[in-house]
């Protein structure tokens, strides 16, 4: 069975730093892209980081580039994301996402709020 477990959101102040953390497991982790994505109230879902299998390629979306970090290690089947200089626009659910061809699983994800 197929699970993807993110942890550790939360309330942050603005400027402050969070990490999060997706478990994966029933699916060859280290085959897969993993990708963070995130969805506020009334918005899209956004595509905010992406790293490859081996973890040698990252993207960022242009509004966390330079505060965030995608990270991963295939030998705890978990994928990161450090976020620094958090800002009230990042207030959002972020959500992990496994892609490898056709094959797509989600997280049930994790709340994140930025706010004083």
């Known amino acids: 069975q197929v699970q993807l477990v993110e942890s550790g959101g939360g309330l942050v102040q603005p400027g402050g730093s969070l990490r999060l953390s997706c478990a994966a497991s029933?699916?060859?982790?280290?085959?897969?892209?993993m990708n963070w994505y995130r969805q506020a109230p009334g918005k899209e879902r956004e595509l905010v980081a992406a790293?490859?299998?081996?973890?040698?390629?990252?993207n960022y979306a242009a509004s966390v580039k330079g505060r965030f970090t995608i990270s991963r290690d295939n030998a705890k089947n978990t994928v990161y994301l450090q976020m620094n200089s958090l800002k009230p626009e990042d207030t959002a659910v972020y959500l992990c996402?496994?892609?490898?061809?056709?094959?797509?699983?989600w997280g049930q994800g994790t709340q994140v709020t930025v706010s004083i």
């Open positions: 790293i490859s299998n081996t973890g040698g390629t990252t």
């Open positions: 996402n496994a892609k490898r061809q056709t094959r797509n699983y």
């Open positions: 029933g699916f060859t982790f280290s085959s897969y892209s």
